[in-house]
Structures are given as C-alpha cells and as structure tokens.
C-alpha cells in the first residue's frame, strides 16, 4: 500500500480546496441561523446549488465511465475529493446518490437504468435516500416487512421505513422491500428505486435533538406502484446487493474529515481563548486530550486509506469497512465529549439564533456534540461491527 500522492493529485486536491474556500467557506463560517426551520431551508437550497457546481466540474462522478457523465479519476484523486468535502460537513455533496445509490446502479444496474439514473447524479440534480431500516428492523433488517407485490409491470408496495435521511428533499429513495412473502428471512427481498413524487409515497419529518427536521424522516408507502424496470439487479435477490452497498456506506473516509476539521477548531479555539489569564490550551490537561485526539484520528485515517485500496484494487472491503466504522464512531464520541469538557458551559450556547453568533465557533460544536450520539449505530450498530470483523474479518465462528 502506497499512500503517497503524486504531484497531479496534489494540483487536484489544491483545485478542490480554492473551489470549496470560495463557495462554501463563507458560509460554512457563518450560516444562517435565524431558527432550526429557517437555517434547514437557507441550508437546504445552499446545497443543492453547490451540488450543481460540483457537477459541472464533474466531480460527482469522478472515477465512472464517461458516458453515464463520469470523469476519468484515479482512486486517490476520489479519496482526496471525499476529505476535502468531508472538511465542510459534504456541504452540496448528494451523498446518499454519488456514495450509496450510484455504486449499485453501476454495479447491478441494466443499461437502461444507468443511462437514465447516473447522469442526473453526475450534474448533482438527483439527490436519493435510502429505504432500509424499519420500525422493528433496524440492526436485524432481514426482519423488514415492508412488501412488494408484483402486479404486471409494477410492483405495489406498502410498508414503513424510519430514520431514512434526506428523504424531505430527495427526489428518488431506494429501498429493500419483501417480494416473495412466503421466502425466510433475507431471503424474498428486491432492491427497487422509486420517485419520492410517487402517489402512495409521503415522507414525514421526525425532529431530532438539535432542532433540525431535515436529517432523518418516516415514509411511508401506501399501495405505492414501483415500476418494474426500477428493480436493480434479480427479483428476491436484493438482500446481497444491499449488504455489497453497506461496504461504501461504512467506509469513513469523509467522516474522518469532518473530525479533522472538528479537531482544527477546537486546537485553534484552545490555542487563542483565555481563561483566567491564560490561554485553554496551556492547560496540561487540555494538551494531553487534544495529543490522544490526533493520534487516534491519524490512525482512523490510515485504516480508512486502506479500505480504499482495497477498493480500488478490486478486493473485498467488507471487513475493512466494518473496521472503519468500528473506530470513526466511538473515536466521534469520544472527541464529543472532550469538546464539552474543554469548552464548558460556553459549548452549550444554543445552535441557532443569534445567540449562536456568540458562541464558540457559531455552535458547530454543540451540533457536533448532539449528533454524535448516533454515530455508534447508524449504518450498522457498533456491536454488529465487531461481529462483522469477527465473522469476515478474522474467520471465527459464529457463537
């Protein structure tokens, strides 16, 4: 593994920089914050417009063939420009389309389908999210009892998901749904894609704890017609198409950005505040946490490398993945609360309104802090990780 970059990949990372220093910096550092409601609608259009920008230099497509609207990119001209959107939290990177949905529509999808769903995703027009867990299907999916009755060239499905991101403004989710009732388990299940638009489809909004309604949604399907020619791959074999989507979705690489940028802050604020006379970060204490904060992140960022290499060398990256995931989320947590306990009371200065003017670093850190509490068990909980590992990584036997 050679983790080095040549001096044409540096030239790109230094063009994706000045891109995002002049259209999404300003803003980053100083959004909107009138309310939860008004930030959500301000952020919302300021994405989508960015997402188009980054598609017209196609970069939303880097690495795919060029006739679904990709660009020619080696695989660490692809890592170098999912850091650096990571940095800015993905401010106008559809993720759910370019990371998650794109890579089985090229991998599953008919040639039809790729034509017609890639190059929307390609000029970020397309935003996607995605139908997996359910009320009582979370970390045991196979258990989702959302159904897809064939029915001549549609499919009728009804159901419920739950938590399913950007689903208020996506115009396509894709989703797991039970076609064979009679089949066990993962067993009977079709990967479809559906227009949000769809009559039978409604997304409904479910407020977390920073305010914010945009992040996670219920939708619902109701006698909803899915077409025929929206099923990707084999009907009743969608389980293995999902768990091949799982790898890319738990690879870390531009989470491990944004702690980067998190831990750049903090530093910078410890660095240049005072208390009592002195700066915060000339405590020995504060020193020592932010010490073990770096190296831990330098090693997320190596192993988060490496799931890459796998990758682009055409291996499987479930385990190195999974191991990812294992160590981005706890070492979130844990980066969480040295914000609180470095920052004290001043960390907890409401996130929006003009108080948030006020508060250190205009509360990215109190967002921060709140989100973190799901960053050990979306996408997989942390303990389905380790079994992961356990079971595909390191060969034991099933308990």
């Given at each position: 593994m050679d983790f080095t970059f040549s001096l044409q990949e540096e030239m790109f990372r230094r063009e994706v920089r000045a891109f995002l220093a002049r259209e999404v910096a300003p803003y980053y550092e100083r959004p909107e914050l009138a309310g939860a409601r008004a930030y959500e609608e301000w952020h919302i259009a300021l994405i989508k417009a960015i997402a188009k920008k980054l598609g017209a230099r196609g970069w939303l497509g880097l690495g795919w063939p060029e006739e679904y609207g990709g660009r020619k990119a080696t695989w660490k001209e692809q890592l170098i420009f999912k850091e650096e959107m990571g940095y800015y939290e993905n401010w106008g990177l559809p993720r759910q389309a370019v990371n998650m949905a794109a890579p089985v529509i090229l991998a599953h999808g008919t040639e039809e389908q790729k034509r017609r769903l890639l190059p929307p995703i390609a000029r970020g027009e397309s935003w996607w999210c995605q139908g997996y867990s359910e009320p009582e299907a979370g970390s045991d999916l196979a258990n989702l009892q959302t159904r897809a009755v064939p029915d001549g060239d549609v499919f009728r499905v009804t159901g419920q998901k739950i938590w399913t991101s950007r689903a208020t403004y996506?115009?396509?989710?894709?989703?797991?749904?039970?076609?064979d009732?009679?089949?066990?388990?993962?067993?009977?299940?079709?990967?479809?894609?559906?227009?949000?638009?769809?009559?039978?489809?409604?997304?409904?909004?479910?407020?977390?704890?920073?305010?914010?309604?945009?992040?996670?949604?219920?939708?619902?399907?109701?006698?909803?017609?899915?077409?025929?020619?929206?099923?990707?791959?084999?009907?009743?074999?969608?389980?293995?198409i999902a768990m091949a989507q799982l790898g890319p979705e738990r690879a870390q690489v531009d989470f491990i950005a944004t702690l980067r940028r998190r831990l750049d802050d903090l530093s910078r604020y410890a660095g240049e505040t005072t208390r009592n006379g002195r700066t915060i970060g000339s405590d020995p204490l504060v020193r020592h946490k932010l010490a073990e904060m770096e190296i831990e992140w330098q090693m997320g960022r190596l192993v988060n490398y490496r799931v890459a290499w796998l990758a682009a060398m055409g291996q499987q990256a479930g385990a190195a993945s999974s191991?990812?995931?294992?160590?981005?989320?706890?070492?979130?947590?844990?980066m969480a609360k040295a914000v609180g306990e470095i920052l004290g009371l001043e960390g907890q200065?409401?996130?929006?309104?003009?108080?948030?003017?006020?508060?250190?670093?205009?509360?990215r850190l109190l967002r921060f802090y709140l989100d973190s509490v799901s960053r050990t068990f979306n996408a997989g909980t942390h303990e389905v990780q380790l079994n992961l590992i356990a079971t595909r990584g390191l060969g034991l036997p099933v308990g």
């Open positions: 996506a115009g396509h989710i894709f989703f797991l749904a039970r076609s009732a009679r089949a066990q388990r993962h067993r009977g299940l079709s990967f479809l894609v559906a227009e949000m638009g769809t009559p039978g489809i409604e997304a409904r909004p479910i407020t977390n704890m920073t305010g914010a309604s945009d992040d996670f949604s219920e939708v619902f399907f109701t006698d909803a017609p899915v077409p025929r020619a929206n099923l990707i791959g084999e009907q009743d074999r969608g389980w293995y191991q990812s995931k294992a160590i981005v989320g706890p070492l979130t947590q844990r200065v409401g996130a929006y309104g003009e108080r948030a003017h006020r508060a250190p670093l205009g509360g």
